[in-house]
């Protein structure tokens, strides 16, 4: 297949490239002075048809600038970029019968009306042929376990109800490739694990291609095979999960509620890094499992309780530049990007 139809092995294909945005700040009570911000330098990446790929990056670090630019809502200031072998900027429309996208932050349905109904305005509005937008309807429905807020207006939703149904929103036209910009911020464990188990079945089972940001982790973690992060526009790595986890040397960390005050406990490779009273919190290797160590302190200090946190995005890349960028991990596995240039 040709790139036309974008059936080759690249789906989204970027090459080199960038977006600059020209703002004026301030510089006197009267004078403004204008200045380039590089909210993508540079970047290249492929993603095969059927990949779930996290992209993520600390705040300001152009995510959402990039996934702007695959959807054709902004124009690159440079480079090539094709999702299916479509030019987003210039062919907007006829894109976005093969895209779908999520931002969690804000909805595509309409607040007063019941769910059911921006479902029919988007069968209209997208022209989806009837039997496949009522095939695709009844599937998120019962994914998405949405029957019983069919008939609610949006506004009346939790956020995690109205995730559900922008996520299914966004799959009633059958998209090859979706977007998601955060699409668990702010939901509960549960509602999370919804949307993964959705996720993973949707990608297994159709085999559509996704693209998702997120500041968590778990997402990444539970999704994705591969994951690209991304700082001031450049690509820092490109590889597997848990190869990142070994670049940026990223801990979890263990709260211990023991019966009283206690010395420092004594675990290794767990090092105490805090305590309160009775409380105690052990940074460990994020890639350790945590049971063994658990057992250990249960059966040798007075313990009350116990949770485990996983290490956020930002501490993993901070170490990841503390450990220098320098290309530490091997480039078959994926590793640091020092150049601006994936290296998959
Ligand atoms: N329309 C715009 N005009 C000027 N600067 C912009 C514009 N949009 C984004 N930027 C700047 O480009 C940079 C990248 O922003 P972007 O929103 O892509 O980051 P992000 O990685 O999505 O961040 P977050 O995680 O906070 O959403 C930031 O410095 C931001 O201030």
Known sequence: ?????????????????????????RTGLFTRRRHEVRAVDAISFTVARGEMVGYIGPNGAGKSTTIKMLTGILTPSGGRLRVAGIDPARERMRLAHR???????RT???????????YRLMHRMYRIPDGRYRENLDRCVELLELEDLLNTPVRQLSLGQRMRGDIAAALLHDPEVLYLDEPTIGLDVIS???VRRFLRELNAERGTTVLLTTHDLQDIEQLCSRVMVIDHGRMMYDGPPAGLHEVGRSERTLVVDLEREAPPIVAPPARVVRVEGPRQWLAFPADASAAPLVARIAATYPLVDLSVREPDIESVIATMYAGGAGGAADPEQGGLVADGRANS
């Open 1 to 25: 297949m040709g790139e036309g139809d974008g059936g080759g092995r690249a789906f989204i294909e970027l090459d080199r490239v960038e977006k600059v945005f020209e703002v004026r700040r």
């Open 99 to 105: 895209i779908g996208v999520v931002f969690g932050q």
């Open 108 to 118: 595509t349905l309409w607040w007063d009306l019941p769910l059911i109904d921006s």
């Open 192 to 194: 999370k694990a919804r």
